[in-house]
């Protein structure tokens, strides 16, 4: 069987085409796949136990209209190129130089245990760090069966820690979707492998992605990371990068004093990412031939630390606990609900995956102490959203927080959905076995006004008319995601029903875009209204 993209973008789905000169983030490229991910086989498996619809027609909402979809937006974005190569990173490298042999063995070993009998180019490097953005636009026209041709035109130097963050996400997800839970094709079973090794790789490239507050430059850090002071130190915002005489990376902070700042958001995405990577990489959570050769208990320890120290970097850096309140820059005096509800999310993966059971004893008691903090802010966030929503008319897009006013007027899609997902988080951590609360009662009110306000149902789709005729990525992935979400926790097919009416608005919209010609598999930046 030849390599090919099994996704049915192709065959199922409208055969939309990115203009030439279409620029996308790649954060939110993989930040949509990790949603689409979510609702793939394993929300499908929840149906049964929730009494809904197990018909072929939901079937293909979760499978060909969500999973599959995502695995090869998520394969296509490895073989893409626009970014930093598996083979540069110190994961691979180490101090031989001689990353390049060692990424040809480690394809040749993944081929085999993937059971891919398709041949690969010899120079086949996958993509491990993604630039901030690149135009979805291939070298030469594309077939399925050669994977030089997946590779796209531009590959800036240029990258930023949410999109590195969003990237270790999805990658988990995919490692988890389709080696731990699913029945892979040969080929995602091969790039899903890829995924894990690429995630490890940022893993052991983020000590060196370390800025020092006081020298005001990007420090790279041998050491303990738990024993840097969390107020002076953070991971950088945004970076350029180069390879050394020994052929290793050199990270340089972005030019211009935006990027000397700690964001929320991007602390929140690789927090986020970190501890997604920390339940895959366990090599005892593989069981027979599908345990990855590469995972060791060494990943997992060093993953663990980086979570900690991130988790600490950013509660220093970005939350003022008396107040119980975030800032949404470490320079700033304003909140976005967007950022303090993806961070919300991020800590309840943290409590979920940073466990002192499972920690070397060295860690057990910074884990203990962390993880106290850690319920006490996702508290203190529930209730700072919580009193965003009291009004019910919709949450602005920023806040200030001395006067808890509105900064902006607009109040966007993607502002209600990751908001009412932080306080769905805070719920789960702070009432789990309750199907009730103030948290639940906000979120929900937040769904009331969005669906009441934003729900377009000519188009099928949640729509900021009043900011544009264009729907962003970044909103359809997360009300894709709300809406899962209250249907699990609420048990209610309603929820379900607007969820199958959105994904497939998003579809006719041109939500997905079909490899052919010179244009990648993709996730398109935004969907046109009529």
Known sequence: ?????????????????????????????????????????????????????????????????????????????????AGISLSATREVRGDDGKGGAKVASIMAKYRTQAGLTASLPAAFDPTCIPALR?????????RASDLDTWRWVEAPNQFALEGLGYAMLSEAGFVKEQ???????????????????????????????IFDTRRQRIDPVEGPLLDLDEHRYHFANSWTSAQDSRGLLEHTLAEGDAHRRSYLRSQSAVLLGLCSLLEVSDPKAFTGSGRPGVLTSKHHDQILELALFSFKTLRAHHIDVRAGRARSSSKSGQAAPSDVGLCLLSLECFLRNVDAAKAPPSFKEAIES???????????????????????DGLYDSYDLASDRRVQRTKSVATQALAARGLLAAHRVLSPAASEGPLLEAAHKTLIWLDDDRWNPKVQLYADEKLGKEVELTGVASTLGLLREMAIEFKDGHYLLRYKQLLEGAQQAGLFTA????????????????
């Open 1 to 81: 069987m030849g390599l090919r993209l099994s996704l049915l973008l192709t065959l199922l789905l409208a055969a939309s085409r990115a203009p030439a000169n279409d620029v996308v983030e790649t954060a939110a490229q993989y930040y949509a796949a990790w949603e689409l991910q979510q609702g793939g086989d394993g929300f499908y498996g929840r149906f049964l136990e929730f009494g809904w619809p197990t018909d072929p027609d939901y079937q293909q909402l979760t499978s060909a209209l969500a999973d599959r979809p995502a695995a090869d937006v998520l394969s296509g974005l490895l073989a893409s190129g």
């Open 134 to 142: 690149s135009r979805q636009q291939l070298v030469r026209a594309f």
């Open 179 to 209: 080696l731990m839970r699913g029945d892979p094709t040969p080929e995602h079973a091969f790039f899903a492998y890829l995924a894990l090794h690429s995630a490890l790789a940022k893993a052991s490239e983020l000590p060196h992605l």
């Open 370 to 392: 962390e993880r106290k903090k850690a319920r006490t802010l996702v508290s203190r966030l529930g209730q700072q959203i919580r009193e965003w929503c009291a009004p019910g």
């Open 515 to 530: 490899p052919g010609d010179h244009t990648p598999a993709g996730l398109a930046a935004q969907l046109a209204l009529p």
